[in-house]
């Protein structure tokens, strides 16, 4: 009688679960559908795949002009750009062949997954094993971040970037050496976001005789390039005229977008060039600074040092808050850990008003300085409370 009640409840609650997941798609639909959530660049992204799946020039403004303006009927009196590198559309071709209202609702839903997914992959890589109520928090945090949500609503191709880099440490932990290569190719949607971290990764490997890992990412990269020549084979010849014409003065919130924003200087743009040796030095201590140590800190420091990221590109900070949250669970120190919850709780008020304000994208240059700071102080700490206990 008692196995007989506990099968039923099983698929009590298994219809429980099928019935609030389709009620979940079904909303998700009708917000996707009538509203435009999920859309802003993802009308550049769509419209240049679209073109490429057709064998046309994916970077061309008049050929995008046509699509989102006369096909799409965007009503915008602007033409939408995709200027990332053209491995973008190899991951984004499934879309092509689906309606834009359509794609919108799957790119959405696949946004979603990704960072539920890396979040708990992250969950796992950095948090104590067993402690629900600190994964809980982290997971509810990662959804309500604000550059999550905004990134969400442009229906960004940023999570990808985060995807890649989360999969890749987690892939290594398991051994799986080819396959954490092989995800290292969804960095190259924006490989200036991850360039540091992926670096270190490839070192990594080789330090451990892991060439695998490296035959993963080249085999993954060749895939790529072979779907590129099946449908448009003279797509290098459309990166070269793309990338003659991108701009690259952008102000974004970098510390070098916030130089040249108040012309004080173009160069700092470049700082990230300094940081190169870095991941080398990191790599050399692995005896003492762990792997998930490691990429932590190269992501919180390439986000504000890098050539441009957007707002919304400060997603990946996740990885290092994800270590921020691992250092404050060993100090063990209960007043502490309220202070910064306030203080971390106040940091995202603050961002949520300022997007509330439409400031200008500059404007968010301080978020990853803030994330730069509780990072070095909890790490502090703990270094502190390590020497003393020695």
Known sequence: MKAINRKTLQWLLLSLMLFIGIVFLLLLWNVTSTTTVGESDLIGYWSATYLFHNGQNPYDPKLLDFVQHVQMQTGLNYTIMAWNP????????????????????????MNLIIVLAASLMLSRLYLPTG??????????????????????????????????????????????????????????????????????????????????????????????????????????????????????????????????????????????????????????????????????LLTLVTVPTTFFGWSYDQTILLIPIAMIFNLTSRLNNKS??????????????????QRLLNTNDVYYFWVPLFWCLIFGLTWYLHSTKSKTHD
């Not at 071709?93 to 790119?107: I, V």
């Open 86 to 109: 053209p491995f973008l559309f190899v991951f984004l071709l499934p879309l092509a062949w689906l309606p834009f209202s359509t794609a919108k609702f799957a790119m959405l839903l």
């Open 131 to 296: 402690n629900m109520r600190l994964t809980l928090i982290y997971l509810l945090l990662a959804i309500s971040l604000p550059q999550v949500i905004s990134g969400l609503y442009m229906g960004q191709v940023t999570f990808f970037v985060f995807l890649g880099l989360v999969s890749s440490m987690a892939l290594i932990k398991k051994g799986q050496w080819f396959w954490a290569g092989a995800v290292l190719v969804l960095t190259s949607i924006k490989p200036h976001m991850a360039i540091l971290a992926v670096i270190y990764l490839l070192i990594h490997m080789a330090q451990h005789r892991q060439y695998k890992g490296w035959l993963g990412l080249i085999s993954a990269s060749i895939v790529c390039v072979l779907i590129l020549f099946a449908f448009r084979f003279s797509w290098i010849h459309d990166l070269l005229g793309e990338t003659a014409i991108a701009p690259v003065n952008w102000a974004t919130p970098t510390i070098g977008g916030l130089l040249s924003y108040l012309h004080i200087s173009e160069y700092g743009r470049y700082l990230i060039v300094l940081l190169l040796p870095l991941p080398f030095l990191l790599a050399r201590y692995q005896a003492t600074v762990s792997m998930e140590f490691s990429v932590a």
């Open 336 to 353: 502490f850990n309220f202070w910064l919850a306030m203080t971390i709780t106040a940091a995202i008020a603050l961002n949520y008003w």
